[in-house]
């Protein structure tokens, strides 16, 4: 049989409320364009993100019913503590309400001024907590993984070389060493193990540890056995288990590849950091044993662990997006190649050329996106990244124009899916009727989240 099926039956069902688009028109006006004002029960499919929106399985729920909420020593951390270090093989495990708290903990104990934290490509809470610090952050991607055209296998590497010739010349600077697997900033791309590896041993030339951040680690294994050299045999389990292998410690986010809506961790084997961190754990999110979590979600967190590394289930995860690439590709629509592990991107530059940069081209797709058929996705590009030269005003667009489409874990069926590519099809089908945005009022940080536009008519 080649019909590849969702390996799960349906147990809870959650309506999805229909709009028109009469209705959609005065919603998007009323969110002042912005989909992030969108309230969620007014889109009928949302792909703004992957990040805490996963379904939880039958047996997520039932240890939500049979968590330990035991202060200290809670039956729910032992068994959470044994499925992570059955997995990472990391001696020290330190719960967290979600991933940037483990990042806050990691660079407290890390990052000061004059320091300098490098990664294939940080995330955005990553760079945040290790500029809050004091300290900067290098992103050092690999050349094809700048190109959004190019094609390759593992664009989510780090560039190996411009890494030894920091760490050469700075080495006393670099406290820590970090890889993003998969790379989520940078299209979800994946990290090869030869790269996990190769990095491994550049950082103990110079003696500096290695951690990874570990969010998407199941898609990036599962990758891994798809496309690597010596892999194909290898159960994904196997195969995580070699990436935590060369690492000194991870940070994660459960809201990702643990199958969870709350949670993280950081993981570490170096018992005086592991006590530094828990010192800070007790005055940011709680005692050693519950971190920022209560029982029933660390038993929710040590099933999803298990359940992510089934291999019907990442077979049906790859799968989805590989599927919805090929058919956007087929009718000529421009996406980020090849795709990544938990998002579709448009390149929006190509999709709507008649609209400069500083008319974000990007949000005018997420708009007709909400309006033609209630769904709801990301500008990743000028509104996003944008900046202005100090001297002339002038906008300064980023590298990359895109629409992140972000597939929650086993949410959506097949026929959503289906009507997704259907909808992007016709809008890109009638593309020169996109029209260019301006705003209406621009916070001065972050302004995707609270910006408010106007269409350009
Ligand atoms: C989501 C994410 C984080 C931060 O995790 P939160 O749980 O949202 O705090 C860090 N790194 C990567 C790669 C992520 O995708």
């Not at 994904?236 to 990436?243: D, G, P, S, T």
């Not at 980023?398 to 874990?409: I, Q």
Request: include cysteine; proline fraction near 5%; glycine fraction near 8%.
């Amino acid at each position: 049989m080649k019909t590849i099926i969702e390996p799960f039956k349906i147990k809870t069902v959650e309506p999805i409320k229909f709009t028109t688009k009469e209705e959609r028109i005065e919603i998007l006006k009323n969110a002042g364009y912005n989909p992030f004002m969108i309230p969620a029960e007014d889109v009928i499919i949302d792909l703004l993100t992957d990040s805490g929106t996963s379904a939880m399985s039958s047996k997520q729920w039932s240890g939500i019913m049979d968590g330990d909420e035991s202060y200290a020593g809670a039956r729910s951390y032992y068994r959470f503590e044994q499925v992570v270090k059955e997995l990472t093989s990391f001696k020290h495990i330190i719960p967290t309400h979600q991933g940037r708290a483990a990042e806050k903990i990691l660079f407290s104990i890390f990052g000061g001024a004059g320091k300098f934290i490098p990664n294939n490509t940080h995330f955005d809470t990553t760079r945040a907590n290790i500029e809050y610090s004091g300290a900067t952050a290098l992103d050092f991607p690999c050349k094809e993984g700048t190109d959004p055209d190019y094609i390759a296998d593992f664009k989510g590497n780090i560039d190996l070389d411009m890494l030894e010739d920091f760490l050469l010349k700075n080495k006393n600077s670099v406290p820590l060493v970090m890889l993003t697997v998969t790379n989520n900033s940078n299209g979800g791309q994946p990290v090869s193990m030869e790269n996990i590896k190769k990095t491994k041993e550049v950082c103990s030339r110079y003696n500096i540890p290695l951690f990874l951040d570990a969010c998407r680690f199941a898609e990036n294994a599962y990758f891994i056995k798809l496309r690597e050299q010596g892999y194909k045999e290898k159960s994904v389990r196997e195969i995580a288990k070699e990436m935590f292998s060369y690492a000194d410690g991870c940070t994660m986010s459960a809201k990702k590849d643990a199958l969870v809506n709350m949670g993280g961790f950081l993981a570490l084997n170096d018992d005086d950091i592991a006590l530094k961190a828990r010192n800070i754990l007790v005055v940011t999110e709680g005692f050693p044993t519950y971190g920022g979590l209560a029982g029933r979600d660390l038993e929710a967190i040590a099933q999803g662990l298990i359940e992510v590394l089934d291999e019907n289930y990442l077979k049906y995860r790859i799968r989805t997006i590989e599927y919805t690439s090929e058919k956007l590709i087929n009718a000529g629509v421009p996406i980020l190649v090849p795709p990544g592990g938990h998002a579709i991107y448009l390149n929006a530059k190509k999709f709507a050329p008649h609209i400069p940069p500083e008319q974000f081209p990007g949000h005018s797709i997420v708009c007709e996106l909400y309006l033609h058929a209630g769904i709801r996705a990301v500008e990743i590009g000028s509104i996003m990244f944008g900046k202005y030269d100090k001297n002339t005003g002038k906008h300064i667009p980023p590298k990359m124009e895109l629409v992140r489409l972000a597939l929650p874990r086993r949410v959506y069926t097949q026929s959503h899916v289906d009507y997704v590519i259907e909808a992007i099809i016709e809008i890109y089908n009638n593309r020169e009727k996109l029209k260019g945005y301006r705003f209406t009022y621009e916070p001065p940080i972050l302004r995707h989240f609270l910006a408010k536009l106007e269409p350009i008519l």
